[in-house]
């Protein structure tokens, strides 16, 4: 191999330092550096640039690693040295590619690897380089995997492996061991107690995000509240005391959720959340369609044929309530009333009529829910589990029957329906006056159970209101309505 032209000047050189965060001071910056300065003595360079990586891992790309090959190419320097082929990366083959490549663009240039006495001007470097890059790029795998493992262990233990802090808890020493623990944060966790119980009651996520930003209660982070923020605490696992690795909730030996840390909330309250949170979730579109329709919509109906009246709009943009079966082909005399006098009418009857009455919070409660619940998600997450490579699918199988065994015996208990009026201390009077539009048209939804209107005379005169059918909620007993958790009624007289 024919030897390089000689520089007519001194070899300018770029030193190559990294320090990842998990080495430790054996390999310091300050070391790198001095070692390769006086490499660089011995060997006649001047250091033209010193670029380091502080705190990166070598198994992704980092800026001044690029930058010290982009001087190469263009001939900035003449010399790219690092410490080890180590500290210049652990991306195997595919960083010793970018590193070729960028040697043979100026062919003057020189790659050294000081502690490992590599050289690109030896006539085998490559060679060499290749295993060096290869045996780098499987120690980054090996310490990503005990890494992990560190985590996991931790988390297993209750120990905590850093990180964001969940809202609701705070990191402090372990009083019975080494490391640090979670354990609830006093003030956060009574906020997150009280969100709980507003939603519960009723109340909207967007009215307590309000409530909230007035009271100058920060996030975490400092910030204000939304509603997406409340909802992520409320349903996340970290507040009942779980932790997630890799994106799985760790489990104890029957494939059932560990209860890591000290929970904020407990289960049956968080369970409860859940399932009302997805339930408003569900009925989203039915809230847009009821803001976008009038008061009664869905509500009233034809007195003759029985089908549903629809919101009509006359050329000078009137409303009126009108059953469209006749033009449809059905058999029906055609009713339509105006929707303002129907509307102010139905309003004062039921206003009359609840208006004193105290809202009662309908309430179902189901025995073992929570347990049930834990018992579904663990059978979903171990057949899960079931179809990778490397699954122990014969100890799947047996926490899986296991598992179904307890989902039966939970099944096979009584199934005692209790359900409760709550009282709120709120009459229907006060919770109309303070009400939302959306939230005045679902306390009727909730509490009439007939509303029809017959077909009228024709010729001028007022409406005749007579022809109005109103039936309300009170006549239905609690114990026997439908289900209907967490809706507003009225007590039975």
Request: aromatic fraction near 4%; hydrophobic fraction near 40%.
């Amino acid at each position: 191999m024919p030897k390089k032209p000689a520089l007519a000047r001194k070899p300018r050189a770029v030193l190559y330092l990294r320090l990842s965060e998990s080495d430790d001071t054996s390999t310091s910056i300050a070391r790198q550096e001095t070692d390769l300065r006086a490499r660089a003595e011995r060997e006649g360079w001047e250091v033209v640039e010193v670029l380091i990586d502080d705190g990166l891992s070598g198994g992704y790309t980092r800026e001044k690693a690029l930058r010290a090959l982009e001087m190469i190419r263009t001939s900035e320097a003449d010399v790219l040295a690092a410490w080890k082929f180590d500290r210049w990366s652990r991306q195997g083959l595919t960083a010793l590619a970018q590193l070729i490549d960028a040697l043979d663009v100026n062919p003057h240039s020189l790659f050294i690897a000081d502690q490992d006495g590599l050289s690109s001007s030896q006539p085998a470097w490559r060679i060499i380089a290749s295993v060096l890059a290869e045996v780098a790029r499987m120690e980054r795998e090996n310490t990503q995997v005990r890494v992990r493992s560190s985590i996991a262990a931790l988390k297993k233990d209750g120990r905590y492996s850093g990180g964001n802090v969940p809202y609701g808890y705070k990191s402090v020493k372990d009083p019975e061991g080494v490391g640090r623990v979670l354990v609830p944060h006093p003030e956060e966790a009574e906020i997150i107690r009280e969100v709980a119980r507003r939603v519960l009651a009723g109340e909207t996520r967007h009215k307590i995000m309000l409530d909230l930003n007035k009271r100058e209660i920060p996030t975490r982070r400092g910030n204000r509240w939304s509603a997406q923020v409340l909802r992520q605490i409320l349903v996340g696992e970290a507040i009942v005391g779980r932790v997630t690795h890799e994106g799985e909730v760790l489990r104890d030996a029957d494939g059932l959720p560990l209860e890591v840390w000290p929970p904020v909330l407990d289960l049956e309250t968080w369970h409860r959340i859940r399932a009302k949170l997805e339930t408003d979730k569900a009925g989203r579109d039915r809230a847009q369609r009821r803001r976008r329709a009038r008061r009664l919509s869905g509500i009233v109906t034809c007195g003759d044929c029985n089908r549903p009246l629809y919101v009509r709009y006359s050329k000078a943009n009137a409303a009126s309530y009108g059953c469209g079966a006749k033009a449809n082909g059905k058999k029906c005399a055609g009713v339509s009333m105006k929707a303002d006098v129907l509307e102010a009418w139905v309003t004062a009857r039921f206003l009359e009529q609840f208006g004193p009455r105290e809202v009662m919070r309908h309430v179902e409660e189901l025995p073992d829910i929570a347990a049930l619940a834990e018992v579904e998600a663990a059978i979903s997450a171990t057949a899960a589990k079931m179809t990778n490579d490397d699954a122990d699918v014969s100890a799947l199988a047996s926490q899986l029957a296991a598992l179904k065994e307890r989902r039966a015996e939970l099944k096979s208990r009584p199934a005692v329906r209790v359900v409760k009026l709550v009282p709120t201390g709120r009459t229907f009077a006060q919770t109309w006056e303070a009400a939302s539009e959306e939230e005045r048209n679902a306390i009727l939804a909730d509490n009439v159970v007939i509303l029809s209107v017959r077909k009228g005379k024709r010729g001028g005169g007022p409406i005749d209101m007579g022809r109005v059918t109103l039936v309300t909620q009170p006549e239905r007993l609690p114990e026997d309505a439908a289900s209907g958790t967490d809706r507003v009624y009225a007590e039975a007289a």
